[in-house]
């Protein structure tokens, strides 16, 4: 299989030096191309035929959202990966991006440090994201996924749509801030119990992601505070660099925070939050996977299964990287798989079953007015 090719585009030198001497020591991959800004890049494109661009965002002439326009206008497929700092205005921008079409972001590399530390932050966080953003647009076959057998499912209550739901838990990783500004304006402001939700960001980056999806959003969303008690038609997004889980104090279910150590690399991880969510409300837990790359939920999508609770997760097509909603079908955890224009109408329809109590005063903002959504796909009972 020929090296995948990556273009690169940054204003400084110093920059495109260190990301090509980093990304040539794999040799799956081979630096094609390099530009000072946006103008330069967009016309070596046709030229170098790249599978992949990383772009910043700071630079003369063009910068990188403007660039970023202007590529998805011809190329939008093309996977783009952006660089970001670790700052207010970079972590806005950084959305900013990904709602124009950024495929991912890593945090830039600095070159005021060890050269080595720099390669190896190289090594771990940007070449996974380009292989598995190459491996999703060409349609080659991903890593292999663990089959059924490797995680035996031991369940200790009735499973599937038996039992009421009382939580929501959803987790999300690559392209997971575009697929929940989709998902969550089409959840209505009366939604009868409480979403907790892991998008693997950093600091910063997920306080500005709730208020960006609150803004947007019939139900309150917001980042998650320790001690807060989860209440029906309200939203929490774990922060970054903390787990969240759900704990039990009395008649109340409160939000914690740990920074014990990152799970499947990953701080805030999906597992802790579902091993909580299935621990603290066994059978009466909805859990929700979608895009994203890695592994992280399928052992806390294990954990619900047990307690006899549902997990669907987003389809292949319709998710930037089927990793992580791969890897939970793959196990054989996932009761159904569902486009994401479909999963807000099917969280709402299991969310309805077994409720027929009087529905009390919405907690969260008016109704929603976007409700259209296509029928998903039901998965057999593994």
Known sequence: MPPLRILIVDDSAVIRRILGDGLSLDPSLEVVGTAANGRIALSKIPQINPDLVTLDVEMPLMNGLETLVELRKTYPK?????????????????LDALALGASDYVTKPSYTGSLDATLLQIREQLVPKIKALCVARSGAQPPPRPPASAFPLKRTQPTR??????????????????????????IPGDFPVPLVIVQHMPPLFTRLLAGRLNARSAITIQEGIKGEILQPGQAWIAPGNYHMTVERQGTAV??????????????????PLFRSVAK????????????????????????????????????????????????VAAAGFADAIYPLSAIAQEISRRVAIKRNEPTAAPTGKPLASDQAVHQGRERNDP
């Open 78 to 94: 093309l996977p783009v990966i952006m660089f970001s700092t670790l700052t207010e205005r970079g972590a806005s921008t950084t």
């Open 161 to 186: 749509e038996s039992a009421r739901v009382d939580i929501l838990a959803i987790g999300a990783s690559t392209g997971g801030p575009n697929a929940l500004a989709e998902l969550l304006p089409k």
């Open 254 to 271: 409160k939000l914690a925070m740990s920074e014990n150590p990152p799970e499947n690399s990953c701080r805030p991880a999906v597992d």
């Open 280 to 327: 603290t409300f066994g059978p009466n837990v909805l859990g929700v996977v979608l895009t994203g790359m890695g592994s992280d939920g399928v052992i806390g999508a294990q954990h619900i299964r047990e307690k006899g609770g549902q997990i669907i997760v987003q389809d292949e097509a319709s998710s930037v990287v089927w990793g992580m909603p791969g890897q």
